[in-house]
């Protein structure tokens, strides 16, 4: 089975919000809260690079590993999706998320944080393919429909790449042989520093 | 005494059957979803090329969309 992943090429996001747009209008998504956003790195300066950014759909979620209730899921899919019937709004998957991905309406009373919402991978929720109370909790089941989500299938430059993990890699692969960059910029490098010349391998050590 | 023996009577019936209305309490979620390649059933919505139910279709149906709608090197003929 197919498992369902999203991949950025910085070197082609032009931060032009039209995924953060896309995923609002599909699913409706209410005031304040933002599914997907365009993240920019040094904004402002020469080679500034930006990166859309929504649920990773871990495959070794903290989300779903903090949560009290258990209200996380995987699909078959490997989609993480979650059940808003169960979700008591406690936010300790916002603070376990490294994306920042779950997202809470404050529109309840005296500000009260509502039920946990995130992206969906357009797979919607555990109610009934299609019906009425998925559509309304979750959104749009695009996947059920055949469909890929509407942010990458939106994105004008190709750059939110989204899909069969294995297929969306291969599509940014042949990119960035073909152009001879781009891996440097998003990626293990990014979020974890290079090592720098001459520098010895850490040693491995028991903890 | 009978209206104090009837009181008593009621107060028993009440706080034996006060749980029953309520709904269980169970911690965690047993839902698991349904696969996707099942379809919503709901045709006018639903792309064309695969048949709702066929794990295989679908598959096949997601990775031709992300070849053809995703990746310009196959769209553009290789260029």
């Known amino acids: 089975m197919a498992r369902m992943k999203f ?4 070197e082609r996001c032009i931060e032009c919000n039209g995924c953060v747009t896309a ?3 599909e699913h409706a998504v209410p005031w304040g809260v933002n ?3 365009v993240v920019t790195l040094n904004d402002g300066v020469p080679g500034e690079r930006s990166i859309s950014v929504a649920c990773m759909h871990c495959s070794d979620a903290p989300c779903m590993a903090v949560c009290p209730v258990d209200c996380f899921y995987r699909t078959e899919e490997g989609v993480v999706l979650h059940d808003k019937d169960t979700c008591i709004g406690c936010g300790y998957c916002s603070y376990a998320c490294p994306f920042g991905a779950p997202q809470f309406p404050s529109a309840g009373t005296f500000g009260m944080r509502g039920k946990m919402d995130k992206c969906t991978f357009c797979a919607g929720g555990p109610e009934a393919h299609g019906s009425a109370a998925e559509n309304e909790k979750y959104g749009r089941n695009r996947l059920a429909e055949g469909k890929l989500p509407a942010c990458a299938e939106m994105c004008a430059t190709k750059a939110l790449l989204g899909g069969d993990g ?4 291969d599509i940014f692969r042949v990119r960035v042989t073909t152009r001879n960059k781009g891996s440097e910029v998003w990626g293990w490098g990014t979020a974890y520093g290079k090592p720098s010349p001459g520098s010895a391998a850490p040693k491995a050590t028991k903890s | 005494m009978r209206t104090l023996a009837v009181a008593a009577a009621g107060l028993v019936l009440v706080t034996s059957l006060a749980a029953c209305g309520e709904k269980p309490q ?6 698991k979803g349904q696969p996707a390649y099942l379809g919503t059933g709901v045709g006018p919505y639903t792309q064309a090329g695969w048949k ?4 295989t279709s679908w598959e096949e149906q997601m990775r031709t969309r992300t070849q053809t709608g995703q990746n310009e090197y196959v769209r553009s003929g290789g260029n």
Not at chain 1, 7 to 10: L, P, S
Not at chain 1, 166 to 169: E, L, N, S, T
């Open chain 1, 23 to 25: 995923c609002k209008a």
């Open chain 2, 52 to 55: 709702a139910g066929d794990a």
């Open chain 1, 166 to 169: 294995d297929v969306v890699a």
């Open chain 1, 7 to 10: 991949i950025c090429d910085a």
């Open chain 2, 26 to 31: 169970v911690a965690g979620s047993s839902v």
């Open chain 1, 35 to 37: 599914r997907r956003r």
